[in-house]
């Protein structure tokens, strides 16, 4: 069975940090991507960030690159977003995905999620 479970989310003030943590069952770095997307209250759900292993790509929207840092520990199947200097626009439920082979932010094409874990950014 898959099973993508987040952990890491809270409230954190304007600067701040918060790293997410994604524990992967059921499927391999070798044949999925996997990423993040994010829904904000009363928008749509957006990709974030997302690596594959299988073609070395790693993907960033323009509004983190630089600020959100994606890894994974694959002894202990987990993919990480480490998020620093955080901003109210960061707000919003933080899903972990999963998509065979290549990176996608196109929410249809995503195989796998997360159930989600709500991040906070006072201002």
């Known amino acids: 069975e898959v099973q993508l479970v987040e952990s890491g989310g809270g409230l954190v003030e304007t600067g701040g940090s918060l790293r997410l943590s994604c524990v992967v069952h059921?499927?391999?770095?070798?044949?999925?991507?996997i990423g993040w997307f994010r829904q904000a209250p009363g928008k749509e759900r957006e990709g974030v960030s997302c690596?594959?292993?299988?073609?070395?790509?790693?993907f960033y929207r323009d509004s983190v690159r630089g600020r959100f840092i994606i890894s994974s520990d694959e002894t202990k199947n987990t993919v990480y977003l480490q998020m620093n200097n955080l901003e109210p626009e960061d707000t919003a439920v933080y899903y972990c995905?999963?998509?065979?082979?290549?990176?996608?932010?196109?929410?249809?094409?995503?195989?796998?999620w997360g159930q989600g874990t709500q991040v906070t950014v006072s201002s």
């Open positions: 690596f594959s292993r299988s073609d070395g790509t790693t």
């Open positions: 995905i999963a998509h065979a082979v290549f990176c996608t932010i196109s929410e249809p094409d995503v195989d796998y």
């Open positions: 059921g499927l391999t770095f070798d044949d999925y991507a």
